[in-house]
T-cell receptor
Framework: DAGVIQSPRHEVTEMGQEVTLRCKPISGHNSLFWYRQTMMRGLELLIYFNNNVPIDDSGMPEDRFSAKMPNASFSTLKIQPSEPRDSAVYFC????????????FGDGTRLSIL | DAKTTQPPSMDCAEGRAANLPCNHSTISGNEYVYWYRQIHSQGPQYIIHGLKNNETNEMASLIITEDRKSSTLILPHATLRDTAVYYCIVRFRGTDKLIFGTGTRLQVFP
């Protein structure tokens, strides 16, 4: 079975550019989560969706960050404009809409802003 | 939300059982304990979860104390591929959130 698929795996861009990260959740999962991981702050939840609806975006650092889930099989995390401090590994995870079911993570996007 | 405390690092000889402890003294009655691990440069991998009873699957066993204030993840026969950071998480009550701490860095040596 296909797991959570993220693209691109690596992204290097200059500050000020728009960055779009993509995620395809596991089929049948109706909760989707975006995380960011840095050495300084560890793994942080940015935002999550249930049935394509954003439920909690309290972890989104600034207005430069936005996330959408236009349908059950696709989500994007956008940074505009990007800054060097946004450099991190961004993970997407999905689960069934059940507070017991575990989340399954993708392999992440390693983002470097120069 | 209950917080967890884990040792920052542990070593284990290959082939031996790795026992990773976790304290969660403020856990509430309806909060589950989850274990994930993260192998370098990969996404976190779900291992196991439990409420009050001990649990076992193909990867590991989870032992939860009767008072639920602590738990132990057991990898029965550790291999070099089990070298990773292991996270013990108490699921945030009433929501779908997982709050990751700093975990235990397990080093399995030959």
């Amino acid at each position: 079975d296909a797991g959570v698929i993220q693209s691109p795996r690596h992204e290097v861009t200059e500050m000020g550019q728009e960055v779009t990260l993509r995620c395809k959740p596991i089929s049948g999962h109706n909760s989707l989560f975006w995380y960011r991981q840095t050495m300084m702050r560890g793994l942080e939840l940015l935002i999550y969706f249930n049935n394509n609806v954003p439920i909690d975006d309290s972890g989104m650092p600034e207005d430069r960050f936005s996330a959408k889930m236009p349908n059950a099989s696709f989500s994007t995390l956008k940074i505009q404009p990007s800054e060097p401090r946004d450099s991190a590994v961004y993970f997407c995870a999905s689960s069934r809409r059940d507070r017991v079911q575990p989340q399954h993570f993708g392999d992440g996007t390693r983002l470097s802003i120069l | 939300d209950a917080k967890t405390t884990q040792p920052p690092s542990m070593d284990c000889a290959e082939g031996r059982a790795a026992n990773l402890p976790c304290n969660h003294s403020t856990i509430s009655g309806n909060e589950y304990v989850y274990w994930y691990r993260q192998i370098h440069s990969q996404g976190p991998q779900y291992i196991i979860h439990g409420l009050k009873n001990n649990e076992t699957n193909e990867m590991a066993s989870l032992i939860i104390t009767e008072d639920r204030k602590s738990s132990t993840l057991i990898l029965p026969h550790a291999t070099l591929r089990d070298t990773a950071v292991y996270y013990c998480i108490v699921r945030f009550r009433g929501t779908d959130k997982l709050i990751f701490g700093t975990g235990t860095r397990l080093q399995v040596f030959p």
